[in-house]
T-cell receptor, first 114, second 113 residues
């Protein structure tokens, strides 16, 4: 069964450094998303992406964040200058336009900012 | 701003018992999702509810939607230990793809033998 994959599974970085989180969505899906979950808290929407541009973004998705689909398979989230409060699990999701619009989530990348 | 509230946030129950998790949301929506998350794992889609009165069942779990009351329920029948997990409801607004979901805080369910 096709699934969303994410790399790395765990990323440790120093405050102020740039990180890139990578995702490979399900191959026939057209809509891509990033969410984050701070430890023990709820899942928060960051951004959605369709047709090579941002469709929707939340207040969390400020200028330090950017997304890109550099080729036909990868979808990336870049955090330009990490802060301690960026430490969280970051989930990528994808969906196909159908009746349910169900979003399928990847296994996540745990980002630790020291 | 769309708000999604779940209760209870924590539930400890014994095997064989029945219980219901509630999910209230603040704005009219045409889609309500239930996800399961095991510790340290990703979110697994359980149910999608698209219309008023929709009911979906999978094994010991049954989800329903009342759009007029802006309420969804997840009912657990004769709970077993394997159902221990955190359950999230999530609401989408616009449909048509690329719709960011708003999640509730989750219900941490522990089922004891």
């Amino acid at each position: 069964e096709p699934e969303v994959t994410q790399t790395p599974s765990h990323q440790v970085t120093q405050m102020g450094q740039e990180v890139i989180l990578r995702c490979v969505p399900i191959s026939n899906h057209l809509y891509f998303y990033w969410y984050r979950q701070i430890l023990g808290q709820k899942v928060e929407f960051l951004v959605s992406f369709y047709n090579n541009e941002i469709s929707e973004k939340s207040e969390i998705f400020d200028d330090q964040f950017s997304v890109e689909r550099p080729d036909g398979s990868n979808f990336t989230l870049k955090i330009r200058s990490t802060k301690l409060e960026d430490s969280a699990m970051y989930f990528c999701a994808s969906s196909v336009l159908d009746l349910t619009d169900t979003q399928y989530f990847g296994p996540g990348t745990r980002l630790t900012v020291l | 701003e769309l708000k999604v509230e779940q209760n209870p946030l924590f539930l400890s129950m014994q095997e064989g018992k029945n219980y219901t998790i509630y999910c209230n949301y603040s704005t009219t929506s045409d889609r309500l999702y239930w996800y399961r998350q095991d510790p340290g794992k990703s979110l697994e889609s359980l149910f999608v509810l698209l219309s008023n009165g929709a009911v979906k069942q999978e094994g010991r779990l049954m989800a329903s939607l009342d759009t007029k009351a802006r309420l969804s329920t997840l009912h657990i029948t004769a709970a077993v230990h394997d159902l221990s997990a955190t359950y999230f409801c999530a609401v989408g607004l616009s449909g048509g793809g690329a719709d960011g979901l708003t999640f509730g805080k989750g219900t941490h369910l522990i089922i004891q033998p």
